[in-house]
C-alpha cells in the first residue's frame, strides 16, 4: 500500500510561518515529480509548488519568493513563509509516477488568520 503521510498545518497569523512535510513510503515505481496542491472552499485544486526528480522544482505565481520546497523521495517538506489569508485552504501532498499515475494524502488545513 502506497502511503503518503503528512504533518504540519495549523492556525497562523497573517505574516507567519508554517511548515508541511510528506513522507512516502510503499511501492511506487519511476516517481517523476512530488509537490504540494491546495483547494479552498468553493474553489479549485491548484498547485502550489512541485519538484520533479530531476531538481527542478515550480511554484504557483501566487507563491513564488514566499513558499520554499525541498527534499527528496521518501519526504518531501514546504516551507510557508509570509502567509496571507487568501493562502487559508486544504493542503496536499501529491506524488506522480509514471504508469501508476497520482497518489495524494489525506490533506491538512492551513488557515491564516487577519
Known amino acids: 500500500q502506497v502511503q503518503l503521510v503528512e504533518s504540519g498545518g495549523g492556525l497562523v497569523q497573517a505574516g507567519g510561518s508554517l511548515r508541511l512535510s510528506c513522507a512516502a513510503s510503499?511501492?511506487?515505481?519511476?516517481?517523476?515529480?512530488m509537490g504540494w496542491y491546495r483547494q479552498a472552499p468553493g474553489k479549485q485544486r491548484e498547485l502550489v509548488a512541485s519538484?520533479?526528480?530531476?531538481?527542478s522544482t515550480n511554484y504557483a505565481d501566487s507563491v513564488k519568493g514566499r513558499f520554499t520546497i525541498s527534499g527528496d523521495i521518501a519526504k518531501n517538506t514546504v516551507y510557508l513563509n509570509s502567509l496571507k489569508p487568501e493562502d487559508t485552504a486544504v493542503y496536499y501532498c501529491n506524488v506522480f509516477a509514471a504508469a501508476q499515475g497520482n497518489y495524494w494524502g489525506q490533506g491538512t488545513q492551513v488557515t491564516v488568520s487577519s
Open positions: 519538484m520533479t526528480r530531476g531538481g
Open positions: 510503499g511501492r511506487i515505481f519511476s516517481i517523476i515529480s
